[in-house]
């Protein structure tokens, strides 16, 4: 049975930094895109990085660039999240996310992912 679980949540004050990992069983991560979302209370959720089968090709949302870097070990079947110069809106719920289908690119998408985790909370204070 798949299952995407996520670790390295926590609670850090602005400027610090955060590395979270995802870790899949039950299911072998390299034909497919993965990726990290994020949801706020009372927000939607949002793509935050996505990486390719192969790693070759990254997408970031704009309120993260320079700041986040995904990354994964097809070997290990782990996708990362490390996060540096956090800041209060980073806040959120992240989940771990697989796509629906195998090597696309992107998937940023909500409608286009197949697996979810079941969330890490970040808490970044000011």
């Known amino acids: 049975q798949l299952a995407l679980v996520e670790a390295g949540g926590g609670s850090v004050q602005a400027g610090g930094s955060l590395r979270l990992s995802c870790v899949a069983s039950g299911y072998i991560i390299g034909s497919s895109c993965m990726g990290w979302f994020r949801q706020s209370p009372g927000k939607e959720r949002e793509a935050v990085a996505t990486?390719?089968?192969?790693?070759?090709?990254?997408y970031y949302a704009d309120f993260v660039k320079g700041r986040f870097t995904i990354s994964r070990d097809n070997d290990k079947n782990m996708i990362y999240l490390e996060m540096n110069s956090l800041q209060s809106e980073d806040t959120a719920m992240y989940y771990c996310a697989a796509d629906r289908l195998f090597f696309r690119p992107k998937c940023d998408n909500s409608t286009r992912i197949g697996y979810w985790g079941q969330g890490t909370q970040v808490t970044v204070s000011s």
């Open positions: 990486i390719s089968d192969d790693g070759g090709t990254t």
